[in-house]
């Protein structure tokens, strides 16, 4: 009978995914604080009511641009609603339009590279040129060349930027699924006779999809910041709708006198993007060390 493989020490090997839960509260203490915020923040999109102080729509006039303190933590905005609740409701807006966009870019992105990695060299060849060209373009810049031609509001926002990530997502899908064709299991299962849908299905999606999703967790934070700049730009919902890019781009006329209504919504998308990003590499280098 084979021994089983052991360890320096001669016991089992750990299995990757409890190497990684080991790991993180030692070595990734930043992961659990990041996890916490995006949980508070899925928490604040479907429950607003629970985090919220005031009414974001009320407006109190005699309360008007007044300093973050106890009554209002973030402070007041030019009608005197509380800036703090209205972050709280916006997060919902900005949330969706980022998940579409994500889910948008994840979908058609490893779709095309599924695709492109399995289908013969001048197919493949067709395909990385599309991607090529939608990388060679900032994604900013193509979101808002698309947003455009499709109009102002949320869901066109959120298609927009969803578009412009397709390459990343291509182009790493693609990469993955020549990794894994690779695989002596995969070759041998060719060999035995298997179908090439199944042998894709059943193998190679599997084992590919994982540092895709890794991807998506970091594209997230990406998208967040494309999506609040065409919403500052003033190409996503209109007033009185409340979102990231939107409070800032209605703050900035007041900065002079109320500097709380620049820096809170500022500070609520960059902790997001780094909340997303730690998660993402988290992720990513957890698959990285999985055999």
Same mark, same amino acid.
């Given at each position: 009978?084979? !021994?089983?493989?052991?360890?320096?020490? *001669?016991?089992?090997?750990? $299995?990757?995914? #409890?190497? &990684?839960? %080991?790991?993180? !509260?030692?070595?990734?203490?930043?992961?659990?604080?990041?996890?916490?915020?995006?949980?508070?923040?899925?928490?604040?999109? %479907?429950? !607003?009511?629970? &985090?919220?102080?005031?009414?974001?729509?009320?407006?109190?006039? #005699?309360? /008007?641009?007044?300093?973050? =303190?106890?009554?209002?933590?973030?402070?007041?905005?030019?009608? *005197?609603?509380?800036?703090?609740?209205?972050?709280?409701?916006?997060? *919902?807006?900005?949330?969706?339009?980022?998940?579409?966009?994500?889910?948008?870019? %994840?979908?058609?992105?490893?779709? @095309?590279?599924?695709? $492109?990695?399995?289908?013969?060299?001048?197919?493949?060849?067709? &395909?990385? #040129?599309?991607?090529?060209?939608? %990388?060679?373009?900032?994604?900013?810049? @193509?979101?808002?060349?698309?947003?455009?031609?499709? =109009?102002?509001?949320?869901?066109?926002?959120?298609?927009?930027?969803?578009?412009?990530?397709? *390459? $990343?997502?291509?182009?790493?899908?693609?990469? +993955?699924?020549?990794?894994?064709?690779?695989?002596?299991?995969? +070759?041998?299962?060719?060999?035995?006779?298997?179908?090439? !849908?199944?042998?894709i299905l059943r193998h190679v999606l599997p084992h590919a999809v994982g540092p895709v999703l890794a991807l998506a967790t970091?594209?997230?934070?990406?998208?967040?910041?494309?999506?609040?700049?065409? $919403? &500052?730009?003033?190409?996503?919902?209109?007033?009185?709708?409340?979102?990231? =890019?939107?409070?800032?781009? +209605?703050?900035? /006329?007041?900065?002079?006198? =109320?500097?709380?209504?620049?820096?809170f919504p500022s500070l609520v998308i960059v902790a997001t993007v780094l909340a997303t990003n730690h998660l993402g590499h988290?992720?990513? +280098?957890?698959?990285?060390?999985?055999?």
């Amino acid at each position: 009978m084979r !021994p089983a493989m052991t360890d320096a020490v *001669g016991l089992p090997p750990a $299995s990757p995914r #409890r190497r &990684f839960a %080991l790991a993180v !509260p030692a070595l990734r203490p930043g992961l659990w604080l990041g996890l916490a915020f995006v949980l508070f923040l899925a928490t604040c999109a %479907l429950a !607003p009511q629970v &985090f919220a102080t005031h009414d974001p729509l009320a407006i109190l006039v #005699r309360e /008007k641009l007044q300093p973050p =303190g106890p009554g209002h933590w973030f402070g007041t905005d030019h009608l *005197g609603r509380d800036v703090y609740s209205r972050l709280v409701y916006g997060t *919902g807006n900005s949330l969706l339009a980022t998940f579409i966009a994500v889910a948008i870019g %994840l979908a058609a992105g490893s779709l @095309l590279g599924l695709v $492109s990695g399995t289908a013969p060299r001048a197919v493949d060849a067709a &395909f990385m #040129r599309v991607v090529d060209v939608m %990388l060679a373009i900032p994604n900013l810049l @193509l979101s808002l060349a698309i947003v455009t031609a499709l =109009g102002f509001g949320l869901v066109p926002v959120a298609i927009a930027v969803g578009i412009g990530s397709i *390459g $990343s997502f291509a182009r790493l899908m693609r990469a +993955e699924v020549l990794r894994v064709k690779g695989l002596t299991f995969v +070759e041998s299962t060719e060999l035995l006779g298997a179908s090439k !849908p199944y042998v894709i299905l059943r193998h190679v999606l599997p084992h590919a999809v994982g540092p895709v999703l890794a991807l998506a967790t970091i594209e997230f934070g990406t998208a967040v910041l494309s999506v609040s700049s065409l $919403s &500052f730009l003033g190409f996503g919902a209109p007033p009185p709708a409340m979102e990231w =890019g939107l409070l800032i781009a +209605e703050g900035r /006329k007041f900065i002079n006198v =109320g500097w709380w209504l620049i820096l809170f919504p500022s500070l609520v998308i960059v902790a997001t993007v780094l909340a997303t990003n730690h998660l993402g590499h988290a992720l990513e +280098e957890h698959h990285g060390r999985a055999p």
